[in-house]
């Protein structure tokens, strides 16, 4: 079982390009989340879903977009990277809000 | 915003020395998680603490939960070079969302 997967694992990008950042998991997890880690600043929840069909604006959602079409995978979008999204992404899901939180390799983004 | 502080954000220590690393707020939390990181990879679960005053301990590693629920510390006795990681509290509080902390990066050297 490969548990929370993230692809791709590095990208730079340059201002105003978009992409998207995909996580995929084989828990049958019903919560997914997606975070950002920034030196000093510990994880910072950027969307989450509940469930397949489902997201929700986490603690810095601005700039990003999510979606949940399946289950096993969550979506997230940058429409017009900017420097500021420079950052590693991970990716992570649980069985539930109060359970533990199981976390994918993340996504180291570079933003020129 | 709930915010959760470490300190320290760095320590550098021998092989066989101890240390405590400490997650503070002015909130209370339902509950406290402490997760290690690895570099490349993502944070993993150690432990979860859910009651006030509450210790566990796992191996060499010793975590407790404040009185008053708004703190935590985690204690490593004889540190070894496998402990190296960044060292994350999370705290779970409105809406059962986690918070974590700012993070303390450790390296345990030979």
């Known amino acids: 079982n490969a548990g929370v997967t993230q692809t791709p694992k590095f990208r730079v990008l340059k201002t105003g390009q978009s992409m998207t950042l995909l996580c995929a998991q084989d828990m049958n997890h019903e919560y997914m989340y997606w975070y950002r880690q920034d030196p000093g600043m510990g994880l910072r929840l950027i969307h989450y879903s509940v469930g397949e069909g489902t997201t929700a604006k986490g603690e810095v959602p601005d700039g990003y977009n999510v979606s949940r079409l399946k289950k096993q995978n969550f979506l997230l979008g940058l429409e017009s990277a900017a420097p500021s999204q420079t950052s590693v992404y991970f990716c992570?899901?649980?069985?539930?809000?109060?359970?533990?939180?199981?976390f994918g390799p993340g996504t180291r983004l570079t933003v020129t | 915003t709930q915010l959760l502080e470490q300190s320290p954000q760095f320590l550098s220590i021998q092989e066989g020395e101890n240390l405590t690393v400490y997650c503070n707020s002015s909130s209370v939390f339902s509950s406290l998680q402490w997760y290690r990181q690895e570099p490349g990879e993502g944070p993993v679960l150690l432990v979860t603490?859910?009651?006030?005053?509450e210790v566990k301990k796992l191996k060499r590693l010793t975590f407790q939960f404040g009185d008053a629920r708004k703190d935590s510390s985690l204690h490593i006795t004889a540190a070894q070079p496998g402990d190296t990681g960044l060292y994350l509290c999370?705290?779970?509080?409105?809406?059962?969302?986690?918070?974590f902390g700012t993070g303390t990066r450790l390296q345990v050297t030979l």
């Open positions: 603490v859910v009651t006030g005053g």
């Open positions: 999370a705290g779970r509080g409105t809406a059962s969302k986690l918070t």
């Open positions: 992570a899901n649980s069985a539930g809000p109060s359970y533990e939180q199981y």
